[in-house]
């Protein structure tokens, strides 16, 4: 095989698995080269994923040491990401009365959630998170690869019990946007108590729900570690959460002239990551 | 930069994006290379598709054509993720009682879900559908990842009529597994009326929810040219379905003994694609 096949084929392996771990020896008999062989395309590999801006790769040493893809986005695509986000809310037709907007295509666009998650990747990578936490529905694409990206699995919180689910944990929350109290319920299979976690949820007003995963969470003793969201509001001024990234901001709906104002967040890449 | 580096530059961005056509000269300026380099560095990115197995890369001629990546998997491939997702299934501790299993970890794996999606992509690639249907909760991840292989976007049919969805359409079914009417409604927005559509799903008993489903685009003049699950069981014998593909079936389950009987489905990759 051609040393160029052989770098390209390395990238593909290792980014189609974020975060796994793979030994030299593994590439010495997949493409039958000597170790030094492996090193010299490590490096050639690396070269490439700095070059498209997508991701590096991370060597461990030592007896179970080995390479990772560990994903990247550069400050300029996040910008170009955020900047695509707000051009595809600020369409009229979104509007469906009451300020609300249709944002399911956005969140179910494959291309478009990819690049949403993996800024949160970028942003939460160094949480020690061990799971990704959402509440059902329309968060779960943007959850489920941001944990895809951070090589780690996703937890779903429901909104009503489930048989499937096994043995649970439940708690009462007051939701902003349908003005009631709501259930919401994790089970205690999926998740591993005294453990670390991210939240992602692709929209935010009030805070509600996001808070209400954290208690839940804190019930099986689990720390939040960071919050992400797609899209904010700017009001209320006052969330339930405190610390939170959001990629861009709603300031606003004007109805009657069929205006949606948002506009990136600056600080995406330059607040702390810690809550 | 150099050959290697290009190459792997090229299969990284073309993977990032299963389906989106790059033109030529999108990668002479990228690169800053001649046509005939990049024609060159597509024959060798093309040849490390092959050797991972994970896909192809397809040339489309002319004013408007380019190149775009097609994920695959291999035979082989295909066999051992069926094989691993047999042996997470006969997990004993996943016996919830009354025969139910818990999936959830399963689903929300995103490295075993990538594999079924891709599983699911080779199969429905030729189908001709614009997009993918599924319905909420534990279903979106492998739908979603399906219709990111397959470079087409993910409509999910909700359980309860949402306010953020904006007008939609409901139908009422027979849900086997709760023994009741249910309904489900998908927003007019979601979907094209007379597209096609490929739908997934993870878990299939007597095929209720996909027949509800099925009926739903229907309404919408939208025809259904595939139907992939996980999981489906052995009985009811009779679905309401009568073509779909499942990677593995459960055969029943002896909950006295802790006994899973979960086999892989030989017929997955041979059978007509149409329904």
New interface residues.
């Given amino acids: ?13 290792l ?3 974020p975060g ?1 771990l793979y030994s030299t020896s593994y590439f010495c008999e997949r493409f039958g080269v000597a170790k030094s062989t492996v090193s010299e ?1 490590t490096a ?2 690396a ?3 700095r ?2 801006g ?1 991701g590096c790769i991370e060597t461990l040493p030592g007896a179970g040491g080995g390479i990772r893809y560990v994903p990247h986005i550069t400050d300029a695509q996040c910008r170009t990401v955020q900047e695509a986000l707000c051009r595809r809310l600020q369409e009229p ?1 979104r509007l ?1 009365g ?1 300020g ?6 956005i969140v ?4 478009l ?2 690049d949403i998650a993996r800024v949160f990747a970028r942003r939460f990578r160094d949480t020690g998170a061990s799971f990704v936490a959402t509440i ?3 968060g ?2 943007l959850a ?2 941001t ?2 990206y951070m ?6 919180v ?1 909104r009503r019990h489930q ?4 043995p649970t944990m439940s708690i009462n929350y007051f939701s902003a946007s349908t003005e009631k109290m709501q259930q919401m319920s994790l ?1 205690k ?2 998740v591993t108590p005294g453990s670390h976690a991210v939240i992602i949820d692709d929209f935010m007003r009030a805070g509600g729900s996001i808070r209400g995963i954290a208690e839940l969470l804190s019930e099986f003793d689990i720390q939040v570690s960071g919050i992400g969201v797609a899209v904010s509001t700017a009001q209320p001024a006052a969330k339930k959460i405190h610390t939170y990234t959001s990629l861009v901001t709603l300031q606003g709906v004007d109805e009657e002239q069929g205006i949606i104002d948002v506009v990136p967040n600056d600080a995406l890449l330059h607040t702390g990551a810690s809550i």
């Fill in positions: 095989m051609k040393k160029p096949v052989r770098v390209a084929a390395m990238v593909k392996i980014s189609d698995h796994r395309d050639l590999a070269s490439a994923m070059e498209t997508s037709s469906m009451g609300i907007l249709y944002v399911a295509d179910y666009d494959p291309s959630a990819a059902e529905t329309k779960i694409p489920f690869l944990a895809h090589g780690i699995p996703l937890a779903v429901r048989i499937s689910e096994g089970s299979k999926a």
